[in-house]
Structure formats: C-alpha cells, structure tokens
C-alpha cells in the first residue's frame, strides 16, 4: 500500500516559471510532512517542511500548501531556475516529526529550461 | 560538520560475494537509518537504530541482509550472499528529533 502518492512522475518548466508538484496521503495520523531535494550522486537533502497546524509555509522561494481535509499537499518552486533542477521527495511522518516514521513518495524528476 | 559520511561511493561485486557497506552518522545524532533506493521502487526504509538499538528492522528484505551499529558513531550493512536484484543506491541517513540527514550513498552493482 502506497501511503503517499506523488505526482507529476516528471516535470519541465521554462526558467522564470511556477513548478508545483503534488503530494496525497492516506494515514490520518501523518503530523509532519517534509520535501527533500535530491541532484544526481547525492542524498536528499531536506528543503522545507510544514505541520498540519497550518496551511502555508514558504521559505524564499519555495512554498508548501497544506490542505488537511483533501489530505494533499504541495509544493511550489516560484521564479524556477535551472539550478532547481532535480528529484523532489514528498514524505510524510506520524511520528511527531521523527525521520524514524518517514515515508517517502516516489520522486518527481524536475528539469528547469533555461 | 562533514555530514553523514558512506563508504564505498561505489561497488562492483560478483554475485554470491559478501557486501558491506559502512556508515558514520553524523556527532551527535541519535537515529541512525539505512534506506534504499531504485528506480522502481524509491526510497525504501531497510532499517533504523536509535541509541545503537535496532528499532524496526521490518524493511530488511530477506536474511541475507543484516545491520550493525555498535557504537555511535559507526554502522554497517551487510549483503550475504549477494544478488543482482540487490544492485541499487543504499542510503544512510541520521538524524536527532527531527528530519533525516542523508550521506552521498553507496552504489552498489551486483553482476
């Protein structure tokens, strides 16, 4: 069973545009719920995380929205660089923000156009 | 702080061959997770320790597969006997209450 679900697979955007990619869950009890950004040869490294007490976080350039009743959740890259091109990870986590209760969506592979 | 450090970058072993792969979570942290990565399946959780205790090996996929930590600042995963379905990236990740840190991975190629 899939408890997070992540979509697009793949996303091109032209440079100076909006990336959103998009993240539903199923685990009512997820509480904390993180975006990693992975480049080719390295680890994901975590990019901005939200709890489901608000709807909104945004960090520079990148925005998560949270809509607890849809169970979605997403996350917006504004004025896309190529610099940003990369795999992003939804995760979500039950475990009072603990990585030991992380469970990962399946990777949206973003390439920015320059 | 140099972050969560892996060795070997790479592998290339015959199948049949014992894997270990090595870890060193970063000073301080007191979980430490072995994760695995491939195309088809993402990220999977192997294993996680906290304290040096395993506390849910539940994602360990078959009894070739085994982990140690045994002290803080050192893990190791094991493959024995190999197989090329074990050919993937293998993360370690450590963390302190909050998100996970990942190292750079181990690829490893079973042929």
């Known amino acids: 069973q899939q408890q997070v679900k992540q979509s697009p697979q793949s996303l091109i955007v032209q440079k100076g545009g909006i990336s959103i990619i998009n993240c539903a869950y199923e685990?009512?009890?997820?509480?904390?719920f993180p975006w990693y950004q992975q480049f080719p040869g390295k680890g994901p490294a975590l990019l901005i995380a939200i709890r489901p007490d608000v709807s909104e976080k945004k960090e520079g350039r990148f925005t998560i929205s949270f809509n607890k009743s849809a169970k979605q959740f997403s996350l917006h890259i504004m004025d896309s660089q190529p610099g940003d091109s990369a795999t992003y990870f939804c995760?979500?986590?039950?475990?009072?923000?603990?990585?030991?209760?992380?469970?990962f969506g399946k990777g949206t592979h973003l390439i920015i156009q320059p | 702080d140099a972050g969560v450090i892996q060795s070997p970058r790479h592998e290339v072993t015959e199948m049949g061959q014992e894997v270990t792969l090595r870890c060193k979570p970063i000073s301080g942290h007191n979980s430490l997770f072995w994760y695995r990565q491939t195309m088809m399946r993402g990220l999977e959780l192997l294993i996680y320790?906290?304290?040096?205790?395993?506390?849910?090996d539940s994602g360990m996929p078959e009894d070739r597969f085994s982990a140690k930590m045994p002290n803080a600042s050192f893990s190791t995963l094991k493959i024995q006997p190999s197989e090329p379905r074990d050919s993937a990236v293998y993360f370690c990740a450590s963390s302190l209450e909050g998100s996970a840190f990942f190292g750079q991975g181990t690829r490893l190629t079973v042929v």
């Open positions: 320790f906290n304290n040096n205790v395993p506390i849910d």
């Open positions: 995760a979500a986590s039950n475990r009072g923000g603990g990585a030991d209760g992380l469970t």
């Open positions: 685990n009512t009890a997820f509480d904390y």
